[in-house]
Each structure stands twice: as C-alpha cells, then as structure tokens.
C-alpha cells in the first residue's frame, strides 16, 4: 500500500512539472517568434539592450554664426555666436543593409564627417543596429537631417541648439592670461639669479607653454574655418514578415529556458509546500500539547475540588 502511495505520489508530482513547463515553454516560444516577427506595428520593438540605446559622445564641434544686432544708440553691432548644433535621428530598418548604404551615401554627398561609428548585433537575428556620429558643414546640416528622416521608419528625432560664446570668450581670455604669465616668467629669468631658481622659473614656463598649446587646440574647434554641427543617426533592425515562423533555433531557445524556469519554480513550490506542511504539523502539535495541558490541568482542579469537598464534610 505504501509503495503504490509513493508511486501515485511521484507521477503526480512529475505530471505536474511537466505542465508547468509546457506552459512555460509555449510562452516561450511565442516570446522567441514574436521577437524577430512583426504582427500589428509597422516594427516590433524587441528586448534587446541595445537596440534602443542611447549613445553618448562629445564630438567638439562649434560653428559660428555671424549677424549684426542692434546695440546702445541704435547702433549695429557685428556679433560672431559661437554655437553647439546637434540632431539626434532614431529610425527602425526593415531593409538594414540597402538603408545604411542610403545613409552612408547622404553623409558623402553632404561632405559629412564620421567621427565615431559603432556597430552591434547578428545579420541572421536581425538585430543588427548603427550608431554613427557625424559631423556637418552647418550650411548642409538641414539638408542631412531632412535626408536621414527618410531612411527607414523614423521613431525619434529632436535638434538641439546651445550658444557656446560666452565659453568661447572665457577660453580667449584664458589664453590671453597664459600668455601674459609666459612673458612674466622669461622676464624674470632674463634678470638671472641661481640655478636653482632658474630651474624653476624654466619649470613654469615649460608648464604654462604646455598650457598654452592645450588651450589652442581647444579654441581650434571653435574656428570658423572648421565649423561643424552634429548629427548622432541610430538605425535598428527588423523584420516585417508575418508571425509564424518558428526555427529550430527558437524551439531550442525556448525548451532551454522553459527548463531553467520550471526547475526553479517547481524547487520554489516543492519547498513552499513542505515549509507550510511543517508548519501546519507545527502548529497542530502545538494545539494538541496545549488541549492536553488544558484537560490534565481541569482534571487536577476536579481531583483537588472533590478532596475539598470531603475534607469539609468529615
């Protein structure tokens, strides 16, 4: 009788494994062909990390804008802004490949720059996804933006402008007062004094020079000449075939990692069930020692009464 309640037992617990993991495995399943599938959207957004990352990269580029304004006395000031332009395009590709060929012809006409490109993803997932980061002659950035808002399907777009004069300025003036510190220094090695001293005095000048070249090369990016703004392109993958194409790859995708989960779950329900059967036996052993001590303590004060009552009698 024991042995036939065990086996009834076990295939009792084995069937219900194996119906948690075929739920969880046909959840799967769906999850894995709907991924790479459209079925209602113009493209489906799938789970990966980076398909819709945003990327981060200060490219330095500054383009200068010169216009008269009116100043004091109703006199025209000439006035050179120095600004920061950048366009952020994300679009969705069901045809990655011919789309980023258009884009990488636009950004050649245009006399485009690419001053970082990063490429992630597997051709035969479709998940593949490009970021580039160009730079543009202001006078063509428009035209680049309006031309990579047709690649694709667009999903964000958004242009920002930041004035830069006021930073350009404070970069001349730091200039100014490096080079002004240079010609004090070689003034005052110029009146001599010991070799150590001398040392350094040369120490801060060699400093300050070095200072002095970091600080051109900042002020390069703001020359006219260079002037450029920014457009950061990301385009991401998808497939626009109907649902219902199952691979093998999925299947054994999803059988993995039903597995994983309803081993999990059902260790997770297996040690719920014996932590609340203990704690029911607990609790009943708990119960019945506390009507026992109830019962003996109510027979004893019975036991004593009668004895009362035959001691006051006598």
């Known amino acids: 009788m024991n042995g036939k309640l065990i086996k009834r037992l076990f295939i009792g617990l084995l069937?219900?494994?194996?119906v948690i993991f075929v739920l969880r495995f046909i959840y799967d399943l769906y999850y894995y062909s709907t991924r790479f599938y459209g079925i209602t959207s113009s493209y489906y957004d799938y789970g990966y990390g980076y398909s819709d990352r945003s990327?981060?990269?200060?490219?330095?580029?500054?383009?200068?804008?010169?216009?008269?304004i009116a100043g004091d006395g109703g006199l025209e000031v000439n006035y050179d802004q120095?600004?920061?332009?950048?366009?952020?395009?994300?679009?969705?590709?069901?045809?990655?490949?011919?789309?980023?060929?258009a884009v990488r012809k636009s950004i050649s006409n245009l006399n485009g720059v690419v001053q970082m490109?990063?490429?992630?993803?597997?051709?035969?997932?479709?998940n593949r996804s490009l970021w580039l980061s160009v730079g543009i002659p202001p006078s063509k950035f428009d035209s680049l933006v309006?031309?990579?808002?047709?690649?694709?399907a667009l999903t964000s777009f958004s242009v920002n402008k930041t004035d830069k004069t006021a930073e350009f300025q404070s970069y001349l003036a730091?200039?100014?007062?490096?080079?002004?510190?240079?010609?004090?220094?070689?003034e005052i090695k110029a009146q001599g004094g010991t070799i150590m001293d001398l040392m350094v005095i040369e120490e801060k000048i060699i400093k300050t020079e070095n200072e002095l070249l970091q600080?051109?090369?900042?002020?390069?990016?703001?020359?006219?000449?260079?002037?450029?703004?920014?457009?950061?392109?990301?385009?991401?993958?998808?497939?626009?075939?109907?649902?219902?194409?199952i691979e093998f790859y999925m299947i054994a995708e999803s059988a993995s990692d039903a597995l994983g989960w309803s081993l999990l779950a059902y260790l997770a329900m297996i040690l719920f069930g014996l932590g609340t059967g203990f704690a029911a036996l607990g609790g009943a052993f708990i119960i019945s020692r506390f009507a026992k001590y109830n019962k003996k303590a109510e027979i004893d004060k019975t036991d004593k009464t009668d004895k009362t009552d035959k001691t006051d009698k006598n």
């Open 15 to 18: 069937i219900v494994f194996a």
């Open 82 to 101: 120095k600004y920061e332009m950048v366009a952020n395009i994300k679009a969705k590709s069901c045809n990655f490949d011919n789309d980023v060929a």
């Open 174 to 186: 730091q200039r100014e007062a490096l080079e002004k510190s240079v010609e004090s220094y070689k």
């Open 55 to 68: 990327f981060s990269f200060s490219s330095n580029n500054f383009a200068t804008a010169k216009q008269k």
């Open 215 to 245: 600080m051109g090369v900042t002020l390069g990016f703001y020359d006219e000449k260079q002037s450029m703004c920014t457009v950061d392109f990301t385009l991401s993958e998808y497939t626009d075939q109907k649902s219902g194409g």
């Open 146 to 152: 309006e031309e990579l808002k047709t690649v694709g």
């Open 117 to 126: 490109e990063q490429t992630v993803g597997l051709e035969n997932d479709h």
